[in-house]
């Protein structure tokens, strides 16, 4: 007699939708002329020989473009298994996003069969961006900087963590010299072909200084051909108050924009988490996208950094937080667990705004605004005041990260009576350069005040029965 298979049911029916997954993946990178990803068919076979399904899909390279992710959706058309769908540094661009938000409404159907994602992550897509900044683009992420340099005047801060202090030495407060001085003497070309030499580094001292000298040297090339090196300068909108980090290009297209946020909206898909991260969106693409947050109800994890949102974008953001006042309206409202938008420049205007939603959102438990343009000037102390009385109302937040901002003393005493008061806050970030009282006064009152953990109460062992 032959042996038993002892692979029941459940196993032999995800190996034949597997084998089914792979067959239609390469079918169907066939019919769209690319090449399928060898990291996915390895996974695909891996999975294969211990009879499991596959359940998330990363595209990582500039190599994967629209077309590549067309391959994949069809495939995910006919294979439920697979709930989480990353892109990562791709180049999808338009067509790539609008087959994507094709995918979110067909799943919302009832009659759909294949993939409900869960997880959507799009991130540093640079459709639009020059093959010759692919390898600048990739440095960024691996740096972990996000295009935003680490030294000089956008130079993120050190933290203050519940708990630890992170030393500040000269090496993370030395300054630039003048910009203004050396973009002259700074050469476009070599400094680009330094970077291609630098594709195997992840020294983040390194690597970043080049970015910048990158980025002063092209303000300068920009401003001589715009007729002068003034006219490269950028201001915000909101105060006039001089931009760190020159504005890009958007992204998407707004029409692409708008249809992806009309797929969110649309009632029945499973996504619980967002990642839009390192996209140009700007304003406008915030205010098209908060429309179809409003009213996406499984929404949990929401995620839009380093995307260039300003206080209009903030404020749009913010009103779709707020309940609407139908109740029904209300009910399709996500309850957010987690929201990021930190390396925006929203500015006061934007964090008041929020500060405002911040009452409302009952279910947030983590709040990252870290390097969001906010300093010591008389607006921003307000914002600062009116996110402090938000986050005693909401005792439900308990990680809070505003790392990155210039809010000097004044802004850390604005804080202070909240962080003497609170009960409830178990992770505070915040910016280390203060004076030594101040930090002093703010380290002590998070110490003082973070939530005691319980005792496990332990089980008395029964006496010993005398004979």
């Not at 899909?57 to 069809?74: I, K, M, Q, W, Y």
């Not at 870290?370 to 300093?375: I, K, L």
Request: charged content about 20%.
């Amino acid at each position: 007699m032959a042996p038993k298979d002892k692979r029941g049911p459940k196993k032999l029916l995800a190996m034949g939708q597997l084998t089914a997954f792979m067959n239609v993946y390469k079918a169907a990178c066939k019919s769209y002329g690319v090449t399928p990803d060898k990291t996915l068919l390895e996974e695909a076979e891996k999975k294969l020989l211990i009879c499991k399904a596959i359940d998330k899909v990363v595209l990582r390279g500039p190599h994967h473009n629209s077309s590549s992710l067309c391959a994949v959706l069809d495939a995910m058309a006919g294979y439920a298994p697979i709930r989480n769908l990353v892109c990562w540094g791709c180049n999808i661009g338009d067509e790539g996003l609008h087959v994507l938000s094709q995918l979110v409404r067909a799943a919302a159907h009832r009659t759909w069969i294949g993939s409900k994602p869960r997880m959507i992550q799009v991130i540093s897509d640079g459709a639009h961006l020059p093959a010759e900044r692919w390898p600048e683009r990739y440095l960024d992420l691996v740096n972990g900087s996000g295009g935003m340099v680490t030294r000089g005047s956008g130079f993120q801060l050190p933290s203050l963590v519940v708990g630890r202090t992170q030393d500040i030495t000269m090496e993370t407060i030395r300054l630039q010299r003048d910009p203004a001085g050396e973009a002259a003497s700074l050469d476009i070309v070599s400094l680009e072909r330094q970077l291609s030499n630098l594709m195997a580094s992840t020294s983040n001292s390194t690597t970043t200084e080049l970015y910048s000298q990158i980025e002063k040297a092209r303000a300068a090339a920009a401003g001589a051909a715009g007729g002068g090196a003034g006219s490269s300068r950028t201001v915000h909108p909101a105060d006039g108050r001089p931009l760190l980090r020159p504005a890009k290009p958007q992204a998407f297209s707004s029409e692409v924009l708008r249809q992806f946020s009309l797929a969110l909206g649309t009632q029945g898909h499973m996504i619980v988490i967002l990642a839009l991260d390192h996209n140009q969106l700007g304003d406008l693409g915030a205010k098209l996208l908060a429309a179809g947050i409003k009213r996406c109800k499984p929404l949990q994890q929401l995620s839009l950094s380093h995307c260039g949102i300003g206080p209009e974008g903030a404020t749009a953001l913010a009103a779709a937080f707020r309940p609407d006042p139908n109740a029904l309206l209300a009910d399709l409202q996500p309850k957010l667990k987690v929201l990021n938008l930190g390396h925006n420049p929203l500015c006061a205007p934007g964090l008041a705004a929020l500060a405002g939603s911040l009452i409302h959102m009952v279910s947030l438990k983590v709040l990252l605004l870290a390097d969001v343009d906010v300093v010591s000037e008389a607006a921003d102390l307000e914002a600062l005041s009116a996110l402090a009385d938000c986050l005693a109302a909401n005792t439900n937040i308990d990680q809070v990260d505003i790392d990155g901002n210039h809010i000097g003393d004044s802004g850390a005493k604005a804080l202070l009576p909240f962080l003497r008061e609170q009960k409830h806050i178990r992770k505070f970030r915040l910016t280390p350069r203060l004076s030594r009282e101040t930090l002093a006064a703010v380290n002590e009152a998070v110490r003082a005040n973070l939530p005691k953990r319980k005792k496990a109460a332990r089980k008395k062992k029964p006496a010993a029965k005398k004979f």
